[in-house]
């Protein structure tokens, strides 16, 4: 994620790695807070019809922006 700080792709700024896994079974991330709304159901069936084009809109947006993103000048060649 980190790699991404400087790029258009909108991410979370990592505070920190916990790595003991005594805590919750496994090694996590902790990241900023971010403004923004979040739907367990995908099809956000709860919200108005301007928050789903809205959303819908930027779901689009940053697929975009990750094809076109300049993975080897971030230092993402190789990864994944």
Do not use: N, W
Not at 24 to 50: N, P, Q, R, W
Not at 65 to 76: I, N, P, Q, V, W
């Amino acid at each position: 994620m980190k790699a991404l700080d400087d790029t258009v792709i909108p991410v979370p700024k990592a505070l920190f790695l916990e790595e003991d896994e005594e805590v919750i079974g496994t090694s996590f991330y902790v990241y900023e807070y971010v403004e923004g709304l979040f739907y367990k159901d995908c099809s956000m069936m709860s919200a108005t019809k301007y928050q789903r084009e809205k959303g819908y809109e930027s779901i689009i947006k940053t697929a975009g922006d990750l094809h076109t993103l300049d993975y080897e000048g971030a230092g993402l060649k190789g990864y994944g």
